[in-house]
């Protein structure tokens, strides 16, 4: 089992960067497909990214060339960072995790992961 705490949002105005940060407990961290996912209110959460523990990465279109995923594995932490932010960023932000895959990374569904941060919000204005 992980335990997953999300940090590093705010507001940002369009253009500009951000990098949330997720630190993860248990010693099998290297082991899990790790996610980063968003969601607004009314909408369904959508995967952002994802990086599984070979460190293979998978973007969605929406992002693609402004946003990284990266982990490191000793300390048990991952990062997005964000560039180049747009208005339509804005969303919170959640830090995934799971196992059952043997470490790689399916797909963006959020079905495919079993552990969930508590979220934080990011907001970008025009």
């Known amino acids: 089992q992980v335990q997953l705490v999300e940090s590093g949002g705010g507001s940002e105005q369009a253009g500009g960067s951000l990098t949330l940060s997720c630190a993860a407990s248990?010693?099998?961290?290297?082991?899990?497909?790790m996610g980063w996912f968003r969601q607004v209110p009314g909408k369904e959460r959508e995967g952002v990214a994802t990086?599984?523990?070979?460190?293979?990465?998978s973007y969605a279109d929406s992002v693609k060339g402004r946003f990284a995923i990266s982990r490191d594995n000793a300390k048990n932490t991952l990062d997005l960072r964000m560039n180049s932010l747009k208005p339509e960023d804005t969303a919170v932000y959640y830090c995934?995790?799971?196992?059952?895959?043997?470490?790689?990374?399916?797909?963006?569904?959020?079905?495919?992961?079993?552990?969930w941060g508590q979220g934080t919000q990011v907001t970008v204005s025009s």
């Open positions: 990086i599984d523990s070979d460190g293979r990465t």
């Open positions: 995934a995790a799971d196992h059952r895959w043997g470490g790689s990374c399916p797909s963006f569904r959020p079905s495919t992961f079993d552990y």
């Open positions: 248990g010693n099998m961290y290297r082991e899990y497909c």
